[in-house]
């Protein structure tokens, strides 16, 4: 049992494993192209909806605003008044609504599947949205380190002309103090004589 387990788990983070490795090798060939990953993701995300998708979208949307809430409240009192209202024999719906009750069922049954499916693709285009994000990031890390390197070789290409430029001066003022030393003790010889 415990080893059927570790086996799919195994499986799983290497599946895992495999996917993050291909979203690596995508930042890694961006780089080397020196391409910006934004368009890629621009050229993913225009895909083209099918009739039924967009449908979903629209039921979806529509199923969850207050438009419908309103619309569905007015109909189902309209429906109501005019069952308890009319006399008796021209009621098509009489009292425990029965009909009423079967058409909302139907609804239930045909929107829930639509506003599922509407979901489904809404998670799948939140799982991309999250892989691209991934990449971008990453991309990002990388080229904020490459930054770091160059700013660092900088760094110590300056260091490297300072100290060498102190060195010059260094080299100058003991020159000058010797020259300065050399001026001084020719003086004092020449005034001492």
Not at 54 to 81: E, H, M, N, Q, T
Not at 135 to 149: D, P, S, Y
Not at 152 to 179: C, H, V
Request: glycine content about 4%.
């Amino acid at each position: 049992m415990h080893t059927t387990k570790a086996k799919y788990i195994n499986e799983l983070l290497n599946t895992e494993n495999d996917h993050l490795k291909k979203l690596n090798e995508i930042v890694l060939q961006s780089i080397e192209q020196e391409k910006l990953l934004l368009e890629s993701i621009n050229e993913q995300s225009a895909e083209q909806l099918s009739f039924g998708q967009r449908l979903a979208d629209r039921v979806a949307r529509f199923g969850g605003s207050w438009k419908f809430i309103s619309w569905f409240a007015v109909i189902l009192a309209i429906w109501i008044g005019v069952n308890l209202v009319l006399v008796t024999r021209d009621r098509f719906d009489p009292y425990p609504f029965i009909l009423l009750n079967l058409l909302l069922s139907c609804l239930a049954a045909i929107q829930a599947p639509v506003i599922m499916m509407s979901q489904n693709r809404q998670e799948e285009k939140d799982r991309k949205r999250n892989e691209n994000d991934y990449v971008v990031n990453l991309k990002a890390e990388i080229e904020i380190r490459t930054l770091h390197q160059k700013i660092d070789l900088l760094i110590q290409e300056q260091f490297k002309k300072l100290i060498e430029s102190q060195a010059e001066q260094i080299k100058l003022l003991q020159s000058i103090i010797r020259d300065n030393a050399k001026h001084n003790g020719d003086k004092n010889k020449s005034s001492g004589q």
